[in-house]
Protein backbone atom coordinates (compact mmCIF):
# COMPACT_ATOMS: atom_id res chain seq x y z
CA UNK A 1 0.00 0.00 0.00
CA UNK A 2 1.65 3.70 -1.02
CA UNK A 3 1.98 5.69 1.40
CA UNK A 4 -0.22 8.69 2.42
CA UNK A 5 2.10 11.75 2.37
CA UNK A 6 -1.12 14.59 3.27
CA UNK A 7 -3.91 14.08 4.50
CA UNK A 8 -7.13 15.93 5.10
CA UNK A 9 -10.24 15.11 7.05
CA UNK A 10 -13.50 16.85 7.40
CA UNK A 11 -11.59 20.22 6.66
CA UNK A 12 -14.25 23.18 6.81
CA UNK A 13 -13.87 26.91 6.43
CA UNK A 14 -16.41 29.72 7.52
CA UNK A 15 -15.98 32.84 7.59
CA UNK A 16 -18.55 35.24 9.34
CA UNK A 17 -19.43 38.87 8.14
CA UNK A 18 -20.10 41.92 10.49
CA UNK A 19 -23.23 42.57 11.42
CA UNK A 20 -24.83 45.10 8.78
CA UNK A 21 -27.24 46.69 12.11
CA UNK A 22 -27.19 46.15 15.80
CA UNK A 23 -29.63 43.24 15.51
CA UNK A 24 -28.84 41.86 12.73
CA UNK A 25 -28.07 38.39 12.03
CA UNK A 26 -24.50 37.80 10.67
CA UNK A 27 -24.15 36.37 7.42
CA UNK A 28 -21.80 32.85 7.42
CA UNK A 29 -19.98 31.91 4.05
CA UNK A 30 -18.85 28.61 3.85
CA UNK A 31 -15.37 28.56 1.94
CA UNK A 32 -14.49 24.80 2.29
CA UNK A 33 -16.96 21.79 3.54
CA UNK A 34 -16.27 19.11 5.38
CA UNK A 35 -13.27 18.22 2.54
CA UNK A 36 -11.35 14.82 2.98
CA UNK A 37 -7.95 14.52 0.51
CA UNK A 38 -5.45 11.89 0.63
CA UNK A 39 -2.12 12.75 -1.38
CA UNK A 40 -0.03 9.70 -1.60
CA UNK A 41 3.77 9.59 -1.21
CA UNK A 42 5.39 10.50 -4.79
CA UNK A 43 2.49 11.07 -6.28
CA UNK A 44 0.51 13.90 -8.40
CA UNK A 45 -2.40 15.28 -7.63
CA UNK A 46 -4.58 17.78 -9.58
CA UNK A 47 -7.48 20.24 -7.97
CA UNK A 48 -9.51 21.80 -10.31
CA UNK A 49 -12.72 24.01 -10.39
CA UNK A 50 -13.50 26.93 -11.65
CA UNK A 51 -13.25 30.27 -9.33
CA UNK A 52 -14.58 30.34 -5.97
CA UNK A 53 -14.73 26.40 -5.71
CA UNK A 54 -12.47 26.36 -2.50
CA UNK A 55 -9.59 25.29 -3.92
CA UNK A 56 -6.92 28.25 -2.42
CA UNK A 57 -8.90 28.10 0.36
CA UNK A 58 -7.77 24.22 0.63
CA UNK A 59 -4.64 24.57 0.06
CA UNK A 60 -4.29 27.73 2.19
CA UNK A 61 -5.62 25.19 5.69
CA UNK A 62 -3.66 22.33 4.14
CA UNK A 63 -0.22 24.50 4.82
CA UNK A 64 -1.25 26.29 7.73
CA UNK A 65 -1.78 30.23 6.22
CA UNK A 66 -5.31 29.59 7.90
CA UNK A 67 -6.83 27.88 10.31
CA UNK A 68 -10.07 26.04 9.28
CA UNK A 69 -13.11 25.92 11.16
CA UNK A 70 -13.63 22.29 12.04
CA UNK A 71 -11.33 19.65 10.43
CA UNK A 72 -7.56 18.44 10.96
CA UNK A 73 -4.83 18.02 8.73
CA UNK A 74 -1.46 15.82 9.15
CA UNK A 75 1.52 16.20 6.58
CA UNK A 76 4.00 13.06 7.05
CA UNK A 77 1.75 11.56 9.74
CA UNK A 78 2.08 14.63 12.00
CA UNK A 79 -0.95 16.93 12.88
CA UNK A 80 -0.56 20.47 10.95
CA UNK A 81 -1.67 23.24 13.14
CA UNK A 82 -1.95 27.05 12.09
CA UNK A 83 -2.42 28.15 15.70
CA UNK A 84 1.33 27.58 16.57
CA UNK A 85 3.67 29.79 16.60
CA UNK A 86 5.68 30.23 13.44
CA UNK A 87 8.81 28.32 14.92
CA UNK A 88 6.86 25.39 15.76
CA UNK A 89 6.18 25.21 12.51
CA UNK A 90 9.29 25.19 10.92
CA UNK A 91 9.01 21.31 9.91
CA UNK A 92 6.14 22.24 7.75
CA UNK A 93 7.78 24.88 5.81
CA UNK A 94 10.71 22.45 5.76
CA UNK A 95 8.38 19.54 4.26
CA UNK A 96 6.26 21.97 1.99
CA UNK A 97 6.87 24.82 -0.87
CA UNK A 98 4.15 26.67 -2.32
CA UNK A 99 4.38 28.36 -6.03
CA UNK A 100 1.66 30.81 -6.15
CA UNK A 101 -0.39 32.63 -9.53
CA UNK A 102 1.50 36.22 -9.77
CA UNK A 103 5.08 35.25 -10.26
CA UNK A 104 5.82 39.07 -10.12
CA UNK A 105 3.77 39.85 -6.88
CA UNK A 106 5.22 36.77 -5.19
CA UNK A 107 8.91 38.42 -5.05
CA UNK A 108 10.15 41.23 -3.34
CA UNK A 109 11.22 43.66 -5.55
CA UNK A 110 13.81 45.07 -3.46
CA UNK A 111 16.08 40.99 -2.95
CA UNK A 112 18.11 39.94 -5.59
CA UNK A 113 17.60 36.63 -6.94
CA UNK A 114 20.04 34.83 -5.01
CA UNK A 115 18.32 36.30 -1.77
CA UNK A 116 15.02 35.71 -2.82
CA UNK A 117 16.19 31.95 -3.75
CA UNK A 118 18.01 31.98 -0.40
CA UNK A 119 15.90 33.31 1.97
CA UNK A 120 14.39 29.38 3.25
CA UNK A 121 17.95 28.47 3.59
CA UNK A 122 18.37 31.18 6.10
CA UNK A 123 14.86 31.09 7.36
CA UNK A 124 14.35 27.67 8.31
CA UNK A 125 17.85 27.37 9.49
CA UNK A 126 19.54 24.83 6.65
CA UNK A 127 22.43 24.21 7.12
CA UNK A 128 25.21 23.56 4.51
CA UNK A 129 26.46 25.81 1.73
CA UNK A 130 23.46 27.94 1.28
CA UNK A 131 25.04 30.30 -1.57
CA UNK A 132 25.99 26.80 -3.74
CA UNK A 133 22.80 26.00 -3.02
CA UNK A 134 21.06 28.72 -4.66
CA UNK A 135 23.09 28.52 -7.80
CA UNK A 136 22.54 24.79 -7.73
CA UNK A 137 18.79 25.32 -7.56
CA UNK A 138 18.97 28.44 -10.24
CA UNK A 139 20.78 25.55 -12.98
CA UNK A 140 17.91 22.98 -12.05
CA UNK A 141 15.16 25.69 -13.04
CA UNK A 142 17.11 26.74 -16.17
CA UNK A 143 18.59 30.04 -15.03
CA UNK A 144 22.13 30.89 -15.11
CA UNK A 145 23.41 30.73 -11.46
CA UNK A 146 25.05 34.60 -12.90
CA UNK A 147 21.91 35.92 -12.49
CA UNK A 148 21.61 35.63 -8.91
CA UNK A 149 23.08 39.50 -8.60
CA UNK A 150 20.21 40.82 -10.68
CA UNK A 151 16.08 41.75 -9.25
CA UNK A 152 12.75 40.23 -10.34
CA UNK A 153 12.08 43.59 -12.52
CA UNK A 154 15.15 42.27 -14.85
CA UNK A 155 13.52 39.15 -16.18
CA UNK A 156 10.66 38.16 -18.12
CA UNK A 157 6.98 36.47 -16.72
CA UNK A 158 8.43 32.84 -17.49
CA UNK A 159 11.53 33.58 -15.80
CA UNK A 160 10.10 35.09 -12.59
CA UNK A 161 8.03 32.07 -12.18
CA UNK A 162 11.26 29.95 -12.48
CA UNK A 163 12.62 31.87 -9.81
CA UNK A 164 9.56 31.18 -7.65
CA UNK A 165 9.91 27.65 -7.87
CA UNK A 166 13.39 27.42 -7.46
CA UNK A 167 12.59 29.74 -3.84
CA UNK A 168 9.93 26.78 -3.75
CA UNK A 169 12.22 23.64 -4.19
CA UNK A 170 15.92 25.16 -2.69
CA UNK A 171 15.27 23.61 0.87
CA UNK A 172 14.61 19.77 -0.91
CA UNK A 173 11.04 19.93 0.24
CA UNK A 174 8.77 16.20 0.21
CA UNK A 175 5.91 18.29 -1.15
CA UNK A 176 5.37 21.12 -3.48
CA UNK A 177 1.92 22.83 -4.29
CA UNK A 178 1.09 24.74 -7.19
CA UNK A 179 -1.78 27.14 -6.47
CA UNK A 180 -2.60 28.37 -10.00
CA UNK A 181 1.29 28.92 -11.23
CA UNK A 182 0.86 28.43 -14.97
CA UNK A 183 -2.43 30.94 -15.64
CA UNK A 184 -0.76 34.15 -15.39
CA UNK A 185 1.41 32.63 -18.15
CA UNK A 186 1.17 32.81 -21.96
CA UNK A 187 0.52 29.44 -24.07
CA UNK A 188 3.98 29.20 -24.93
CA UNK A 189 5.90 29.90 -21.37
CA UNK A 190 2.76 27.66 -19.65
CA UNK A 191 4.16 24.65 -21.54
CA UNK A 192 7.66 25.49 -20.52
CA UNK A 193 7.15 25.45 -17.11
CA UNK A 194 4.35 22.61 -17.19
CA UNK A 195 7.72 20.56 -19.03
CA UNK A 196 10.09 21.31 -15.82
CA UNK A 197 7.83 20.72 -13.58
CA UNK A 198 7.72 17.43 -14.83
CA UNK A 199 11.20 16.75 -14.92
CA UNK A 200 11.46 18.13 -11.70
CA UNK A 201 9.04 15.58 -10.07
CA UNK A 202 10.80 13.49 -12.01
CA UNK A 203 14.34 13.73 -11.09
CA UNK A 204 13.48 14.78 -7.50
CA UNK A 205 11.00 12.48 -6.49
CA UNK A 206 8.56 15.22 -4.47
CA UNK A 207 4.80 15.05 -4.20
CA UNK A 208 2.97 17.65 -6.17
CA UNK A 209 -0.62 18.99 -5.40
CA UNK A 210 -1.28 21.01 -8.22
CA UNK A 211 -4.29 23.40 -7.75
CA UNK A 212 -5.50 24.94 -11.75
CA UNK A 213 -8.93 26.03 -12.93
CA UNK A 214 -7.34 24.20 -16.36
CA UNK A 215 -7.89 20.71 -17.22
CA UNK A 216 -5.14 20.03 -19.88
CA UNK A 217 -2.13 21.30 -17.37
CA UNK A 218 -3.67 18.76 -14.75
CA UNK A 219 -3.87 15.67 -17.69
CA UNK A 220 -0.10 16.65 -18.88
CA UNK A 221 1.72 16.19 -15.27
CA UNK A 222 -0.86 14.71 -12.57
CA UNK A 223 -1.47 11.12 -12.17
CA UNK A 224 -5.33 11.92 -10.28
CA UNK A 225 -7.76 14.80 -9.96
CA UNK A 226 -9.80 16.11 -7.36
CA UNK A 227 -12.93 17.85 -8.62
CA UNK A 228 -14.44 21.14 -6.51
CA UNK A 229 -17.38 23.09 -6.87
CA UNK A 230 -19.15 25.07 -3.90
CA UNK A 231 -17.05 24.44 -1.26
CA UNK A 232 -17.09 20.46 -1.61
CA UNK A 233 -15.16 17.67 -3.78
CA UNK A 234 -17.85 16.62 -6.60
CA UNK A 235 -15.33 13.83 -8.30
CA UNK A 236 -12.11 12.47 -7.83
CA UNK A 237 -9.97 9.13 -9.52
CA UNK A 238 -7.45 8.83 -11.32
CA UNK A 239 -6.42 11.55 -14.22
CA UNK A 240 -7.55 9.52 -17.18
CA UNK A 241 -10.57 7.76 -16.28
CA UNK A 242 -12.11 10.80 -14.57
CA UNK A 243 -11.20 13.09 -17.80
CA UNK A 244 -12.44 10.36 -20.23
CA UNK A 245 -15.34 9.08 -18.65
CA UNK A 246 -16.70 12.16 -15.69
CA UNK A 247 -19.61 10.82 -13.66
CA UNK A 248 -20.37 14.42 -12.42
CA UNK A 249 -22.28 16.77 -14.70
CA UNK A 250 -19.81 19.24 -13.33
CA UNK A 251 -17.14 17.25 -14.32
CA UNK A 252 -18.68 17.18 -17.53
CA UNK A 253 -19.36 20.48 -18.10
CA UNK A 254 -15.38 21.78 -17.38
CA UNK A 255 -14.47 19.45 -19.64
CA UNK A 256 -16.88 20.73 -22.27
CA UNK A 257 -15.98 24.67 -21.46
CA UNK A 258 -11.84 24.48 -21.00
CA UNK A 259 -9.84 24.37 -23.36
CA UNK A 260 -6.22 21.86 -23.15
CA UNK A 261 -2.76 22.54 -23.81
CA UNK A 262 -1.46 20.43 -26.41
CA UNK A 263 1.36 17.75 -25.94
CA UNK A 264 4.44 19.84 -24.98
Not at 24 to 49: K, M
Not at 208 to 233: N, P, T, Y
Given at each position: ???????????????????????????????????????????????????????????????????????????????????????????????????????????????????????????????????????????????????????????????????????????????????????????????????????????????????????????????????MKEARIVERGATSAVLQNPVSPYTQSLLAA???????
Amino acid sequence: MTDVLLRARELTRRYTAPRRALFAPRAVTTALDAVDLDVSTGSAVGVIGESGSGKSTLVRLLLALDTPTSGSVELGGRPVDARQSARSLHWLRRQSGIVFQDPYASLDPRMSIGRIVGEPLWALDIAGDRRARVREVLAQVGLDAAMADRFPHEFSGGQRQRIAIARAIVHRPTLLVGDEPLSALDVTVRAQILRLLAELRASTGMTLLLVSHDLGVVQHLCDDVVVMKEARIVERGATSAVLQNPVSPYTQSLLAAIPTLPRP
